[in-house]
């Protein structure tokens, strides 16, 4: 019997082309420039947007058939985990609160990845563009879906994830995955892919995902390996999105370059500030450790990003202004960023710890220039303070940088016993920051930051209490209402791991009693 | 001259294209890790779709790799026939 | 031991001693060193430049406005096992 022909009537390129271009047009009347209002005020310079090159030529029939397929797999796994009382299997109870950290702090912000591609894929005026941001927007609101079905089997027996979608838009350590990610999205679309496209998932991206998903294969959350898995081959479009963007940028003008130099060193450093939360949790949230943040910026960030800037020096661009003092950083950020959890605990909605001693000790062979000599002590009277009953909790709000609004934790380069500090004055008034880099991404825009919502600001101001709160009255608890606003439940969300009902309960279940499902 | 890169899950789905790679690539090479494997080429690298069919036994869509594929490196260019990675500017 | 530093309201007619004898108290006393703190001793900065605050002034008979920086050295204590925490 023969074999069908099959005989296809485009190639793929041909297919795609005929798909996803030819179905624009100038506007007839009504000014392009109104109908697409802002696709010229960041002064870019695009002769010809023929040149785009698509890197992946999925067309909406393909890509439904393959993302389908992708999510049954998933759910089938999602299921089964279930099925299977999967979170007994996790190496110690103490691994969940990496997974709070993500859905409280990386979840949403695939939900605003979504929003922001959905609004670049209508402003820009080349069609290449329009539609891989369009793909890209529906890619990054399946994350957020994902993501939220495969951690919420964890949220039925655990603490700290009940309402993440309400503390991200108002709890103070959250502020600073969502001004990071306002500030993409309220700038412009070429500003927008540079940031995400370019700056997030192209130079960035291994060192927010590698850390997550290596730490859930080594400490048995199947469901969460199995999102990532899954994630992954999206990721890789995002990627060659990204470096096709720059390149395609670079190439139209010249006159780009500085442009677009000066969004890579803001947005280098944005992104390099917010995963000081990635650095603490590899550091300290793994039970099962996979590798330290030192050693994972070594192998993403130094080699990886080396060779990129190499390959982009021929347009005039060199590597970020904050790169230095970035790598500088290995060395601390995860202890400083710790010990702020650590110290704040009462007011966040996860538990933290004192590192056993097996794990100081892997802290001192990963850590030889720092660790013993700045970090472990303090560490060690936290341990003595808490065994005789008066574990420390700081009760004083900390000050934070105006840009990105993390509390001003960070050393000086080279003097980890010096916080940084900087400042502006502008318009009558002073602003503080925790480098060099986010001054400057300040006094460059200060219109823009000038208006940030900093969260201890904003519980000073008294618009952090709960409705129809009273802060004249006698025996007024501040900090109390400020919890009851957050939604926080106090003695079960926060505080120390060792105090807690998920360990209890942990406990209880590895000694055979039946998990009981929360109502 | 930098490597360019794939990696997909390891699976019975991805076998026959690691296969159909070593096949067309003779400078690549594969490592493997937990749940991954990796191939790495000098400069360039091709997925010929005839090459996996041969080893599939059944007729293969190349857009297919979607299902398992976790990253890569290099740029990329891509038709019905061949998917191709490299650093050739 | 305190990771970064921290924000608070004070009304401007704040006597500087007040800051430090019952304020700062209520900021650092968990700290093993504070009891150890010699005032008289004590570096003062503001916005990163030496500062000579009188504890007799209020803070703003200080110069000290709203959102001022003030930092302070303790000569001789270096924190937990000389950690600078």
Redesign the interface.
Known sequence: MDATVKRKKMGLKQRYQTMTRGLDWTTSYQDMDKVFPYDKYEGIKVHNWDEWEDPFRLTMEAYWKYQGEKEKKLYAVIDAFAQNNGQLGISDARYVNALKLFIQGVTPLEYCAHRGFAHVGRHFTGVGARVAAQMQSIDELRHYQTETHALSHYNKYFNGMHESNYWYDRVWYLSVPKSFFEDAMSGGPFEFLVAISFSFEYVLTNLLFVPFMSGAAHNGDMSTVTFGFSAQSDESRHMTLGIECIKFLLEQDSANAPIVQRWIDKWFWRGYRLLTLVAMMQDYMLPKRVMSWKEAWEMYAESNGSALFKDLARYGIREPKGWQDACEGKDHISHQAWNTFYTYNAAAAFHTWVPNEEEMQWLSEKYPQSFDQYYRPRLDHYDKQHKQGQRFYNKTLPMLCQVCQIPMLFTEPNDPTSICYRESDYADDKYHFCSDHCKEIFDHEPEKYVQAWLPVHQIYQGNCFPEGTDPTVEGFDPLAAVMEYYRINVGSDNFDFADSEDRRNFTEWQAGEEPQVSP | M?DVFIAF?ANEDSRPIVDAIIADNPEAKVVYS??LVKIDAPNRLVINRETIEEEIGR?Y?L??????????SG??D???DQLSLSWDH | MFCAPVCIPVPPSTPFNVLIGEIFLGVYGEHPDFVAIDWDEVVWFKSGHKFTPRFDLSLAENGLGHKDVIRFKTPGLKGIKGSGS
């Open positions: 930098s899950q937990p749940g007729d869509d857009q297919e790799i979607h299902l398992n594929l976790v990253t890569l740029h990329i891509e038709d019905d």
